[in-house]
Nanobody, 114 residues
Protein backbone atom coordinates (compact mmCIF):
# COMPACT_ATOMS: atom_id res chain seq x y z
CA UNK A 1 0.00 0.00 0.00
CA UNK A 2 1.18 3.51 -0.83
CA UNK A 3 -0.07 6.58 1.02
CA UNK A 4 0.77 9.94 -0.50
CA UNK A 5 0.51 13.19 1.43
CA UNK A 6 1.80 16.74 1.49
CA UNK A 7 -0.28 18.36 -1.21
CA UNK A 8 -2.03 21.67 -0.79
CA UNK A 9 -2.51 25.18 -2.09
CA UNK A 10 0.58 27.29 -2.67
CA UNK A 11 1.37 30.50 -4.51
CA UNK A 12 3.53 30.51 -7.60
CA UNK A 13 7.18 30.47 -6.62
CA UNK A 14 6.48 28.54 -3.44
CA UNK A 15 7.51 25.08 -2.34
CA UNK A 16 5.91 21.86 -1.17
CA UNK A 17 7.26 18.48 -0.16
CA UNK A 18 5.26 15.39 -0.98
CA UNK A 19 5.69 12.12 0.88
CA UNK A 20 4.68 8.60 -0.02
CA UNK A 21 4.73 6.02 2.76
CA UNK A 22 4.93 2.39 1.64
CA UNK A 23 3.72 -0.64 3.52
CA UNK A 24 3.42 -4.31 2.66
CA UNK A 25 6.35 -4.31 0.26
CA UNK A 26 10.12 -4.54 0.58
CA UNK A 27 10.41 -0.89 -0.35
CA UNK A 28 14.18 -0.81 -0.79
CA UNK A 29 14.06 -3.36 -3.61
CA UNK A 30 11.91 -1.30 -5.93
CA UNK A 31 12.43 1.60 -8.26
CA UNK A 32 9.88 4.29 -7.38
CA UNK A 33 8.26 7.10 -9.31
CA UNK A 34 6.15 10.22 -8.98
CA UNK A 35 3.52 10.97 -11.60
CA UNK A 36 0.95 13.70 -11.97
CA UNK A 37 -2.33 14.25 -13.75
CA UNK A 38 -3.61 17.71 -14.47
CA UNK A 39 -7.31 18.35 -15.17
CA UNK A 40 -8.19 17.20 -18.66
CA UNK A 41 -4.75 15.76 -19.32
CA UNK A 42 -3.16 12.33 -19.26
CA UNK A 43 -1.07 11.15 -16.37
CA UNK A 44 2.59 11.94 -16.89
CA UNK A 45 5.85 10.89 -15.32
CA UNK A 46 7.48 13.48 -13.09
CA UNK A 47 10.51 11.72 -11.61
CA UNK A 48 11.94 8.29 -10.83
CA UNK A 49 14.52 6.98 -8.39
CA UNK A 50 16.30 3.65 -8.35
CA UNK A 51 16.23 0.85 -5.79
CA UNK A 52 19.19 -0.31 -3.68
CA UNK A 53 20.42 -2.26 -6.70
CA UNK A 54 20.05 0.79 -8.88
CA UNK A 55 21.47 3.46 -6.60
CA UNK A 56 21.99 6.83 -8.18
CA UNK A 57 19.49 6.29 -10.94
CA UNK A 58 17.37 9.42 -10.90
CA UNK A 59 15.43 10.88 -13.79
CA UNK A 60 13.23 13.95 -14.17
CA UNK A 61 10.78 15.17 -16.74
CA UNK A 62 12.19 18.15 -18.60
CA UNK A 63 9.40 20.32 -17.24
CA UNK A 64 10.57 19.90 -13.63
CA UNK A 65 14.36 19.62 -13.98
CA UNK A 66 16.15 22.04 -11.70
CA UNK A 67 13.01 22.66 -9.64
CA UNK A 68 11.99 19.27 -8.24
CA UNK A 69 14.06 16.79 -6.25
CA UNK A 70 13.12 13.14 -5.72
CA UNK A 71 14.57 11.21 -2.81
CA UNK A 72 13.85 8.18 -0.66
CA UNK A 73 14.42 6.91 2.85
CA UNK A 74 14.57 3.13 2.73
CA UNK A 75 14.56 2.81 6.53
CA UNK A 76 11.34 4.82 6.81
CA UNK A 77 10.05 3.25 3.57
CA UNK A 78 9.12 6.68 2.32
CA UNK A 79 9.48 8.38 -1.04
CA UNK A 80 9.72 12.17 -1.25
CA UNK A 81 9.29 14.86 -3.87
CA UNK A 82 10.60 18.31 -2.98
CA UNK A 83 8.99 20.82 -5.30
CA UNK A 84 10.44 24.33 -5.54
CA UNK A 85 9.69 27.35 -7.73
CA UNK A 86 6.22 26.00 -8.32
CA UNK A 87 4.24 27.24 -11.31
CA UNK A 88 0.51 27.21 -12.04
CA UNK A 89 1.28 24.56 -14.66
CA UNK A 90 2.37 22.21 -11.86
CA UNK A 91 -1.22 22.04 -10.62
CA UNK A 92 -2.22 18.38 -10.65
CA UNK A 93 -2.95 15.34 -8.58
CA UNK A 94 0.40 13.72 -7.76
CA UNK A 95 0.72 9.97 -7.47
CA UNK A 96 3.51 7.73 -6.30
CA UNK A 97 4.07 4.38 -7.88
CA UNK A 98 6.13 1.25 -7.51
CA UNK A 99 7.70 1.23 -10.92
CA UNK A 100 6.85 -1.57 -13.32
CA UNK A 101 3.85 -2.60 -11.18
CA UNK A 102 0.24 -1.57 -10.74
CA UNK A 103 0.86 -0.36 -7.20
CA UNK A 104 -0.17 3.30 -7.09
CA UNK A 105 -0.83 5.66 -4.24
CA UNK A 106 -4.22 7.38 -4.11
CA UNK A 107 -2.80 10.76 -5.03
CA UNK A 108 -2.45 14.13 -3.38
CA UNK A 109 -3.67 17.38 -4.93
CA UNK A 110 -1.25 20.23 -5.54
CA UNK A 111 -2.74 23.56 -6.54
CA UNK A 112 -0.48 26.45 -7.51
CA UNK A 113 -2.10 29.86 -7.71
CA UNK A 114 -0.76 32.68 -9.86
Amino acid sequence: QLQASGGGLVQAGGSLRLSCKASGINFRLYDMGWYRQAPGKERELVATIGSVSNVGSIHYADSVKGRFNISRDNVRRTLYLQMNSLKPGDTAVYYCRVQSTNYWGKGTLVTVSS
